[in-house]
């Protein structure tokens, strides 16, 4: 798809990804699904999954930032089997995106929206899914592959990682260290995936790199203002915020891909 970039749309890809970067920087989270979910109810939803990529590159590689060298050297090497893999079921999603029609890719992408949010909102307690539990066994190649795979294949498409991110937690690190290491890990799956969008011809024309380009300004900005914000905004008040808002693009999409809405 060739986007023809009149001055509100370009307007309106500002704001969305500056949104974002402050949703991320006050929750912690979220860049990545509301910045996708509010473009893809705009533009063709697989041009949302494509262009989101390069902001999604400069935001994670800011908060690598935090991460000391000694720190990047060691999770680097005990995390390697996860992002290794997470590359490949990554560019095994991408292909898939190219594939998909429009009308079931927006369809799926409104599911994953539901899906976060029904995973993140603590209102109705949800069974117990069958997760690593002992940190040992989580820390096995084979598991760290498979979680990666797996979890490349959906990021690859939807770009939602939040299943990447879950199996990070379990690890109990400091929250320093928690989105140091998820963002390790995003830098080089986004990272690949810059390359990998151009080779599969997901990027239609030289306007949409430079686009996506130039959206990794106000999405950085957006994260430093966040960041700011966060010791101002209850935590209860800005998961609602996320989580509501989420819940509306969900359905948004879901309605949009079968023709209700």
Do not use: W
């Amino acid at each position: 798809m060739t986007l023809a970039f009149s001055v509100e749309l370009v307007a309106t890809i500002a704001v969305v990804v500056a949104i974002a970067g402050a949703v991320n920087g006050v929750a912690g989270f979220g860049f990545a699904v509301v910045g996708t979910m509010v473009l893809a109810a705009t533009l063709d939803p697989a041009t949302a999954v494509t262009f989101m990529i390069i902001p999604m590159f400069a935001v994670n590689l800011a908060l690598v930032g935090d991460l000391t060298r000694e720190e990047l050297r060691t999770c680097g090497t005990r995390f390697a089997p996860l992002l290794v893999a997470a590359l490949i079921g990554t560019i095994l999603g991408m292909a898939l995106l190219d594939r998909l029609p429009e009308a079931p890719l927006r369809i799926l992408l409104g599911f994953v929206s539901l899906g976060f949010v029904a995973t993140n909102q603590h209102a109705v307690p949800l069974p117990s899914l069958p997760v690593v539990s002992e940190r040992e066994f989580a820390d096995t190649p084979l598991v760290m592959a498979v979680i990666g795979v797996v979890s490349g294949v959906l990021f690859g498409a939807t770009n939602v990682g939040v299943q990447l991110v879950a199996f990070v937690r379990s690890f109990d690190l400091s929250h320093g260290l928690f989105v140091g290491v998820v963002a390790l890990v995003f830098v080089g799956i986004n990272g690949l995936r810059v390359g990998a969008a151009g080779a599969l011809g997901l990027y239609p024309d030289l306007g949409l790199v430079l686009a996506s380009v130039a959206a990794a300004v106000p999405a950085v900005a957006g994260v430093a203002v966040g960041k700011r914000l966060r010791e101002r905004v209850s935590e209860r008040l800005r998961r609602g915020v996320v989580l509501g808002l989420l819940t509306i693009i969900g359905v948004r999409l879901i309605l949009g891909g079968a023709g209700i809405a």
